[in-house]
C-alpha cells in the first residue's frame, strides 16, 4: 500500500521533468514530437505528490510498443494502454520503491493531449484556483493517508470541474 503524501511545491521537480524528458526522447526515438510537463508538478507553488507526469506526444502511437526495452533500460515499468484506449504508459520507482515518474504517451490530434495541457495551462493563468487544488489535495492526503482510491475520488469532481472551464478557457468545450 503507498503512502498517499503531497510535498510542497520545488523547484527541483522542473528539473527532473527535464533531464528525464531527454532520456525518454531519446528511448523512443524519432517518433517524439515533444514531451510535456503536466499534473501538478508543473503547476508552479502548489503541493503535490512528488511524481513527476511526463505527456510524450508521438506520431505513431503503435511504434511505441517497438521501444518497450528502451523504456525499461530506464527503470520504467510497460503498462499498455491501461484503461484508456489510444495510450501507452509507463511508471517508474526508485530503488526505494517510491513511484517517481508516470510516463502517458499519445498520439499527436489525440483529444487526451488537449486536455491534459488545457488544465496544466488553466492552473498555472488562475493561481487562486491553483491555491484551491493544493488546499484540497493537502486536506485529502490527510484525511486518506493511506487511501489512494479515496485521495483520487475526493479529487475527481473538482478535477472534472476545472478541466471544464479550463477547455472553456481555451476555446474548445
Known amino acids: 500500500m503507498r503512502q498517499v503524501q503531497v510535498h510542497p511545491p520545488n523547484s ?36 503535490a505528490k512528488p511524481v513527476i ?19 525499461i533500460s530506464l527503470g520504467y515499468e510497460v503498462m499498455g494502454e ?21 510516463a ?5 490530434g489525440s483529444f487526451e493531449i488537449v486536455r491534459h495541457l488545457a488544465f496544466r495551462d488553466f492552473m498555472i493563468a488562475h493561481p487562486d484556483c491553483a491555491q484551491q487544488y493544493s488546499d484540497l489535495k493537502r486536506a485529502l492526503a ?3 493517508a493511506e487511501d489512494i482510491d479515496g485521495y483520487m475520488d475526493g479529487k475527481d469532481s473538482f478535477v472534472k ?13
Request: aromatic share 10%; proline share 2%.
Open 12 to 47: 527541483r521537480w522542473s528539473e527532473d521533468f527535464t533531464a528525464e524528458a531527454a532520456r525518454i526522447a531519446l528511448a523512443l526515438g524519432d517518433n517524439v514530437v515533444q514531451v510535456h510537463h503536466i499534473g501538478s508538478t508543473a503547476i508552479p507553488n502548489i503541493y
Open 82 to 102: 491501461f484503461g484508456l484506449p489510444g495510450r501507452r504508459y509507463f511508471r517508474k520507482d526508485n530503488a526505494e520503491g517510491d513511484r517517481t515518474h508516470h
Open 161 to 173: 470541474a476545472m478541466e471544464q472551464r479550463a477547455l472553456q478557457w481555451r476555446g474548445r468545450a
Open 53 to 71: 507526469d511526463l505527456l510524450v506526444e508521438v506520431n505513431d502511437i503503435n511504434q511505441v510498443d517497438g521501444c518497450n526495452v528502451a523504456m
Open 104 to 108: 502517458h504517451t499519445f498520439q499527436t
Open 142 to 144: 490527510a484525511e486518506y
